[in-house]
C-alpha cells in the first residue's frame, strides 16, 4: 500500500488538489492517524465543489460523498477485479471488517499496464487552432512551426491529437496561417494516417477564433477547440458531461494556478489606519487555458474574415445572458508547452 495514496481529514479543497498534482494521482484515500477507513476524495469531487461555489479553503470533510465503491477483504480477486472493469476504477481501497484500510489495488497490478484504461467514447469533432507564429517559442519558431515542435518522438500537434483519440476522437479540424505547407506536408507525409485531417486555412491572421467561420456548414455537432500548445490531463467526457448537463453554449477549461507574493501585504482602513499586514500570502487564479467545448451555432456568429479573439465571443454571449461555464482542473493538469519553461520541463520528464 503506497502511503502516498492516503491523506488525513485536514486539507482544504486548495491542499488537496495541489496534492493530487504533487503525488501525480487522482484519487486519494482518507483514513485517520490509526488507518481507519475515512473515505475516497477524486478530483471529480473538488471539481464539483468548485463549480458549487464552495470556497477553495473548505474542509474536504465538508464534500466527502456518502456513497462510495470500496472492496472487502472477504472478496475474491477476481470479484474485485470485475469491479474495478466495470466501474473503471484507477485503485480500489480494500477494508476489513473492523473497517481498516488493509491495502488499495492498483489498475496496473490487477488488470495489467499493457492493458489501458477505457474511456467513454465520445466521438466528437476537434478543432486545433495551428495557425500562429508561436512567438513566445522563438527562435525555435523561427525555423519549426509550432504545432511540429517535437516532443519525445512525436510533435505537439501528434500529442494533442492522441489525447483526443483515447476517446474515439478521431476527425481534426486545423486551422493554419504560419508555415501552412510546412504542417500539411508533415502531417500528410509523416504522420501514420490514423486521424481523419481537414485542413482550413486563414488567407491573413485571423485571432484565436476569427478561422471559425471557414467551417460553417462543414461542423453540425458539438465540438471541441483547442490551442496548439497545451495538454491537459483530464478526462474529456466528464467536461462534456458538465457542458450538457448545464446546457451551456460554451465552456472553458480553467486553470487554479497559485501565485506567490514575495512580500508582506497590507491592508488599510480609514485614514490608512492598519486593518490586516499578511506574510508571502499566496493568491489563487482560474486561468483560461485555451481548451473549450463549443455548440455548432455558434460558428455562424463569428464575423467573416476578421480578426476576432474566442475572448470576443464569450463576452458577446455574456452580454445575451447566454450559457458559459468554466469547468476547473487543477494547475499541473494544464501544460502550457508554448512557453520555453514549461516546455523545457516537459521534454525533461
Not at 96 to 122: A, F, P
Request: charged fraction near 25%; aromatic fraction near 10%; charge should be neutral.
Amino acid at each position: 500500500m503506497q502511503q502516498k495514496d492516503i491523506i488525513s481529514l485536514d486539507h482544504t479543497i486548495l491542499s488537496a488538489m495541489k496534492l493530487m498534482d504533487e503525488r501525480k494521482r487522482k484519487l486519494l484515500f482518507i483514513t485517520n492517524n490509526e488507518n481507519l477507513f475515512i473515505g475516497v476524495l477524486s478530483i471529480g469531487d473538488l471539481q464539483r465543489a468548485i463549480i458549487n461555489k464552495y470556497p477553495l479553503d473548505t474542509p474536504i470533510e465538508k464534500i466527502l460523498r456518502k456513497y462510495i465503491t470500496i472492496a472487502h477483504t472477504n472478496q475474491s480477486y477476481e470479484e474485485i477485479r470485475q469491479v474495478m472493469i466495470e466501474n473503471r476504477t484507477e485503485s480500489m481501497p480494500v477494508i476489513d471488517n473492523k473497517g481498516y484500510l488493509k491495502k488499495i489495488l492498483y489498475w496496473e497490478d490487477i488488470i495489467g499496464s499493457s492493458r489501458q484504461k477505457e474511456y467513454q467514447k465520445i466521438n466528437l469533432p476537434v478543432v486545433i487552432m495551428a495557425g500562429g507564429q508561436g512567438s513566445r517559442l522563438k527562435p525555435l519558431t523561427n525555423v519549426l512551426p509550432k504545432p511540429l515542435i517535437p516532443i519525445g518522438q512525436k510533435t505537439i500537434i501528434e500529442d494533442i491529437m492522441d489525447s483526443f483519440a483515447k476517446f474515439a476522437c478521431k476527425n481534426f479540424y486545423i486551422s493554419i496561417n504560419y508555415r501552412a505547407d510546412f504542417i500539411k506536408y508533415y502531417l500528410n507525409s509523416f504522420s501514420d494516417n490514423k486521424y481523419g485531417i481537414n485542413f482550413f486555412e486563414e488567407s491573413k491572421p485571423l485571432g484565436t477564433a476569427g478561422s471559425l467561420h471557414l467551417l460553417e456548414g462543414k461542423i453540425n455537432s458539438t465540438f471541441f477547440v483547442t490551442n496548439c500548445d497545451i495538454l491537459i490531463d483530464q478526462d474529456y467526457s466528464e467536461i462534456l458531461q458538465y457542458h450538457y448537463e448545464n446546457k451551456n453554449e460554451l465552456t472553458i477549461v480553467a486553470a487554479l494556478k497559485t501565485y506567490s507574493i514575495p512580500y508582506g501585504t497590507i491592508q488599510t482602513g480609514e485614514k490608512g489606519l492598519l486593518k490586516e499586514i499578511t506574510e508571502k500570502p499566496e493568491l489563487t487564479f482560474s486561468i483560461n487555458t485555451g481548451f473549450y467545448i463549443l455548440e455548432s451555432h455558434l460558428i455562424n456568429e463569428i464575423p467573416k474574415n476578421t480578426f476576432y479573439h474566442i475572448t470576443s465571443l464569450i463576452e458577446k454571449l455574456k452580454v445575451e445572458n447566454r450559457k458559459v461555464g468554466v469547468f476547473p482542473v487543477s494547475e499541473n493538469s494544464w501544460t502550457d508547452i508554448g512557453e520555453w519553461e514549461q516546455y523545457l520541463k516537459l521534454i525533461n520528464e
